[in-house]
């Protein structure tokens, strides 16, 4: 068997939270450990692709192998992701969040003793993946993650649709907690799912990567 399958492919991945600051100690953000994507990561390059990771605020070690690129908000990652390209693969596992504070106070905001709270107005942050799906530099091959806890499949194929991406990989987090071991996914494409047991997330990474080097294999031959 090749040990190597995604040599000569540049691979890009996005990994853990966003932090959207309020103020100078205070943030917005989705949970995340980054643990899978850092699995991705760690197995994308030991199947040989070259791999740039563009971490959101995680605790973890950078694997062997990888140029890691550290983000604090999504509309830093959203410029990271274009910096980074082209790629052969673009696999979006970071949990972004979808909003920020529309303004961050430069001082940190103080309780006056009134009762009263501070307004907090949103603003939309860039949707990263949709972005890519519709950039004349889209990657032939766009991945993006779901977590999802009811419905896993029928949301995971109106993402898919959604997002404009060629697969998602739909995460069942109603029974294992987020920053977990283990992992269960579906890989939703076009052509219809592959279910796999539940894994730890080191497995997923490499099952991962075997799906990944077949398709490009087909889709863009060296
Ligand atoms: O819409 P939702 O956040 O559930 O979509 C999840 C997928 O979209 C993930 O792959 C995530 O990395 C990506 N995403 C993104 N930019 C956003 C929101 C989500 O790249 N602002």
């Given at each position: 068997?090749?040990?190597?399958?995604?040599?000569?492919?540049?691979?890009?991945?996005?990994?853990?939270?966003?932090?959207?600051?309020?103020?100078?100690?205070?943030?917005?953000?989705?949970?995340?450990?980054?643990?899978?994507?850092?699995?991705?990561?760690?197995?994308?390059?030991?199947?040989?692709?070259?791999?740039?990771?563009?971490?959101?605020?995680?605790?973890?070690?950078?694997?062997?192998?990888?140029?890691?690129?550290?983000?604090?908000?999504?509309?830093?990652?959203?410029?990271?992701?274009?910096?980074?390209?082209?790629?052969?693969?673009?696999?979006?596992?970071?949990?972004?969040?979808?909003?920020?504070?529309?303004?961050?106070?430069?001082?940190?905001?103080?309780?006056?003793?009134?009762?009263?709270?501070?307004?907090?107005?949103?603003?939309?942050?860039?949707?990263?993946?949709?972005?890519?799906?519709?950039?004349?530099?889209?990657?032939?091959?766009?991945?993006?993650?779901?977590?999802?806890?009811?419905?896993?499949?029928?949301?995971?194929?109106?993402?898919?649709?959604?997002?404009?991406?060629?697969?998602?990989?739909?995460?069942d987090?109603?029974?294992d907690?987020?920053?977990?071991?283990?992992n269960r996914v579906?890989?939703?494409?076009?052509?219809?799912?592959?279910?796999?047991?539940r894994?730890?997330?080191?497995?997923?990474?490499?099952?991962?990567?075997?799906?990944?080097?077949?398709?490009?294999?087909?889709?863009?031959?060296?």
């Open positions: 068997a090749n040990h190597r399958p995604l040599f000569g492919r540049r691979i890009l991945i996005t990994a853990g939270p966003t932090h959207e600051p309020i103020d100078p100690v205070r943030y917005i953000a989705n949970r995340s450990s980054g643990r899978q994507g850092f699995a991705i990561a760690a197995a994308a390059a030991e199947a040989g692709a070259e791999v740039l990771l563009i971490a959101g605020p995680v605790e973890l070690p950078t694997p062997p192998g990888v140029i890691r690129v550290d983000v604090e908000t999504a509309r830093e990652m959203a410029d990271e992701v274009e910096q980074g390209l082209p790629v052969d693969a673009a696999i979006m596992v970071a949990a972004v969040a979808d909003w920020r504070a529309a303004d961050t106070a430069v001082q940190k905001l103080k309780k006056d003793g009134s009762g009263a709270v501070p307004p907090l107005a949103l603003a939309e942050n860039p949707d990263i993946l949709a972005g890519l799906a519709k950039s004349p530099r889209r990657p032939p091959l766009l991945i993006g993650f779901a977590a999802e806890t009811n419905d896993v499949l029928a949301h995971a194929q109106a993402k898919l649709a959604r997002k404009g991406c060629d697969w998602i990989v739909a995460n987090v109603a029974s907690p987020m920053g977990g071991e283990l579906h890989i939703v494409t076009p052509d219809g799912v592959d279910s796999w047991d894994l730890p997330k080191e497995a997923v990474a490499r099952k991962l990567m075997e799906k990944i080097a077949d398709d490009l294999d087909a889709r863009t031959p060296l």
